[in-house]
């Protein structure tokens, strides 16, 4: 045979082989269809709120009215959160410091 025929069927048959791998991998990640798509919600809700930061203040401000003692207790939590968050990613980068050294 050929040898440019031997190399375009060789070729055909590995484009066939990739579709396939394709299809198979698509159906392997099909289960997570679900969860890229909560992530997705997440992240335009996100998105949606850098645009309209007008939305969180009223939000935050009818809390306040309405509910103070759970709003402070909220940022009581928060700012707890965050501190906890501060002083772990400092330990990471110390790590990572004296992994370098």
């Given at each position: 045979?050929?040898?440019?025929?031997?190399?375009?069927?060789?070729?055909?048959?590995?484009q066939?082989?990739?579709?396939?791998?394709?299809?198979?991998?698509?159906?392997?990640?099909?289960?997570?269809?679900?969860?890229?798509?909560?992530?997705?919600?997440?992240?335009?809700?996100f998105?949606?709120l850098?645009?309209?930061?007008?939305?969180?203040?009223?939000?935050?401000?009818?809390?306040?009215?309405?509910?103070?003692r759970?709003?402070?207790r909220?940022?009581?939590?928060?700012?707890?959160?965050?501190?906890?968050?501060?002083?772990?990613?400092?330990?990471?980068?110390?790590?990572?410091?004296?992994?370098?050294?």
């Amino acid at each position: 045979m050929n040898p440019q025929v031997e190399l375009a069927l060789k070729k055909q048959r590995l484009q066939l082989r990739s579709a396939a791998l394709r299809d198979e991998f698509a159906g392997h990640g099909a289960a997570f269809a679900p969860l890229f798509a909560a992530g997705d919600g997440i992240r335009e809700g996100f998105r949606w709120l850098r645009r309209h930061p007008e939305a969180l203040v009223a939000t935050v401000v009818a809390a306040a009215v309405a509910r103070p003692r759970v709003l402070f207790r909220w940022a009581r939590r928060s700012v707890i959160v965050w501190q906890a968050w501060d002083r772990f990613q400092g330990w990471l980068a110390s790590r990572r410091r004296a992994r370098l050294h």
